[in-house]
């Protein structure tokens, strides 16, 4: 089966609203990754945690640093340009550091007014 | 701002046929990598390359074959194209001990 199982597969929101966005491994995972994907096809970078929490700006990530099998994306005020669909990433907790990822299915967001 | 840089975006080809995709990276990187996005958005590693060396190589079909020149550079070459050949393939690049992923805008390849 799928290592990493992210949820949920598309969300609506309105501007100004919270949200957030998860990813469950099945395996324990070295670290993790969130992307952001436009409508042209750029996949953005977002956050690299080995583990703990990041923040910049209205985007905040966590990565259970005791378990290490899941991974959260907080999103505060959404805004139009935060539409795009979202991917969790991450590389397994196994031998060498090969920067091997493995993706989620992907969180396609819609921001609307 | 852009620093992996893809050519070609679009390549239009008929089954049978050999491409190659051409990607460069002006990081500094020591990792490059090459993935597929199927229609359905899923993402899939192909390959990588740390220092002109392959330390990753899924099950791809013979078919694919990279080409490195130096730890900037990281080329695909496909050799008899399949319609399920028909993605977006995407390169990457990354330090490998931060594996902080930077995507280029990918080549759209169908196969007709």
């Known amino acids: 089966g799928d290592q990493v199982e992210q949820s949920p597969s598309a969300l609506s929101l309105h501007e100004g609203t919270d949200s957030a966005l998860r990813c469950n491994f099945t395996?324990?995972?070295?670290?993790v990754q969130w992307f952001r994907q436009n409508s042209r096809g750029s996949l953005i970078s977002l956050f690299y945690l080995a583990s703990g929490t990041k923040e910049n700006g209205r985007l905040k990530s966590a990565f259970d640093s005791k378990e290490r099998r899941y991974s959260t994306l907080h999103i505060r005020d959404a805004q139009l340009e935060d539409s795009g669909t979202y991917f969790c990433?991450?590389?397994?907790?196994?031998?060498?550091?090969?920067?091997?990822?493995?993706f989620g299915h992907g969180t396609i967001l819609r921001v609307h007014p | 701002e852009t620093a992996v840089f893809q050519t070609p975006n679009y390549h239009v080809t008929q089954v049978g046929n050999e491409v190659s995709f051409n990607c460069k990276q002006t990081l500094g990187h020591d990792t490059m990598y090459w993935y597929k996005q199927d229609s359905k958005k899923l993402l899939k590693i192909m390959f990588s390359y740390n220092n002109k060396q392959l330390i990753v190589n899924e099950t791809v079909p013979r078919r694919f074959s990279p080409q490195s020149s130096d730890k900037a550079h990281l080329n695909l070459r496909i050799k008899s194209v399949e319609p399920e050949d028909s993605a977006v393939y995407l390169c990457a690049s990354s330090f490998t001990s931060q594996n902080t992923l930077y995507f280029g805008a990918g080549t759209r390849l169908s196969v007709l």
């Open positions: 395996t324990t995972m070295r670290s």
């Open positions: 990433a991450a590389e397994a907790n196994t031998g060498a550091n090969t920067g091997k990822l493995t």
